[in-house]
Nanobody, 126 residues
Framework: QVQLQESGGGSVQAGGSLRLTCAHS?????????MGWFRQAPGKEREGVAF????????YYADDVKGRFTISRDNAKNSAYLQMNSLKVEDTAMYYC??????????????????WGQGTQVTVSS
């Protein structure tokens, strides 16, 4: 069974930075295998934030985080990262990492991901 564990969340003031880490037990390197970072705020649906194909490292971002967040991975360490800079109050949410088979068309859809971590809380205050 694939296991994922997020870490690195916390509380920060607006404009600050955090780096999330996802340790994962699956080591599939494929142009059709994705790792994604999602977030869910109270009362809102889970939304995709950043995505990366494990095979070639191609990454994609939601419009509201472009230029502020960076997704990366270290296949040797079976880890992925989300560097979050210039954080805003509206970035406050539980952040999850997930892995699964996907394409460019499906990578932003939570239902396409088979494996999920338990999440790490990010709180940004003004």
């Amino acid at each position: 069974q694939v296991q994922l564990q997020e870490s690195g969340g916390g509380s920060v003031q607006a404009g600050g930075s955090l780096r999330l880490t996802c340790a994962h037990s699956d080591d599939i390197d494929s142009r059709y295998y994705c790792m994604g970072w999602f977030r869910q705020a109270p009362g809102k649906e889970r939304e995709g934030v950043a995505f990366i194909f494990t095979g070639d490292g191609t990454s994609y971002y939601a419009d509201d985080v472009k230029g502020r967040f960076t997704i990366s991975r270290d296949n040797a360490k079976n880890s992925a990262y989300l560097q979050m800079n210039s954080l805003k109050v509206e970035d406050t949410a539980m952040y999850y990492c997930a892995t699964g088979w996907c394409t460019i068309a499906t990578m932003t859809t939570p239902a396409e991901y088979e494996n999920w971590g338990q999440g790490t809380q990010v709180t940004v205050s003004s």
